[in-house]
């Protein structure tokens, strides 16, 4: 969001589009009852986009989510794996509206399905939207408001973002890292351009998923979640203006794995403290 208020706006007519890979991989972790989990995590997306009039735009994303889950003797569900994968497919409708050259509202509604193999799709659906109103103060600095509003399987979820992209200096930036959607706000990042190409950064965010679970699972159709805090450091290369490769060292901390029943009502839970993570992005722009 950030980015795209920053941006230069497109000629009406004008067309651009995205595409982006990212891989995850959490390494074993203890949980406080005992057992430990890891998971992977694929994901594919791609963004369309018109420019159909000089302050208005709409474009369509697309985004494929795996996840594959791995459990050791986690006590606090019995012993027994509360879940083994997860799929998520993502449509979502990026609006924005320009009253005037300064200012860009934003409103993006989504559809996801998120549930485990085996889940009834009718019942796990999510769907919500984004509204943010972002103001260019000059060229080097963005700021604005937003917030999510999402019914998330049996849960409504509602949070307010901050929307920043400020540009400190030459080399040094702060900027939204994450797209904010049904797993939660933008988070923060301090991003110092190293030269040639390169360019490191830091941040954090909060992250919570949430799915369905196998119908004829251990909780057959019940809901499963993973909510914790990532905390990461970046290592990005540049192909040039459109092109880039991403390498990210994280610790998920204060995560918490929660099983509920196909109602919503609590059946277990157990918390991990710190959960490391490598992942590495590829995205370009056309």
Do not use: C
């Amino acid at each position: 969001l950030a980015m795209s208020a920053h941006a230069q706006r497109a000629a009406p007519g004008e067309v651009t589009a995205s595409a982006a890979l990212v891989g995850i991989a959490q390494f074993d972790t203890g949980l406080d009852a005992g057992g430990d989990f890891r998971w992977n995590d694929l994901q594919a997306s791609g963004t369309l986009t018109r420019q159909f009039t000089s302050d208005f735009a709409a474009g369509l994303t697309l985004r494929y989510d795996y996840q594959d889950w791995s459990f050791d003797n986690p006590k606090a569900f019995g012993g027994i794996a509360p879940w083994s994968n997860v799929r998520a497919a993502v449509v979502g409708v990026n609006l924005t509206w320009s009253p005037t050259p300064e200012w860009r509202i934003g409103f993006n509604p989504t559809v996801e399905w998120s549930g485990e193999s085996g889940a009834q799709a009718g019942e796990s659906v999510d769907y919500g939207a984004v509204v943010s109103a972002t103001r260019i103060f000059s060229p080097d600095l963005v700021l604005g408001l937003g917030a999510g509003i999402f019914r998330q399987i049996e849960e409504t979820k509602v949070f307010p973002f901050v929307v920043v992209n400020w540009k400190i200096n030459d080399r040094l930036r702060l900027t939204n890292p994450l797209p904010a959607g049904p797993a939660g706000g933008a988070g923060l990042e301090l991003a110092y351009a190293m030269g040639d190409g390169w360019e490191f950064g830091a941040g954090g965010s909060y992250r919570s998923y949430r799915f369905r679970l196998d119908k004829d699972g251990p909780v057959p159709g019940g809901i499963g979640e993973n909510r914790f805090f990532p905390v990461f450091a970046r290592l990005t290369y540049g192909f040039g203006p459109a092109t880039r490769l991403d390498f990210y060292a994280a610790g998920f901390v204060n995560g918490e794995l929660s099983v509920m029943r196909a109602d919503g009502s609590n059946l277990a839970s157990d918390d991990y403290s710190v959960a490391p993570a490598i992942g590495v992005a590829f995205s370009h722009r056309f």
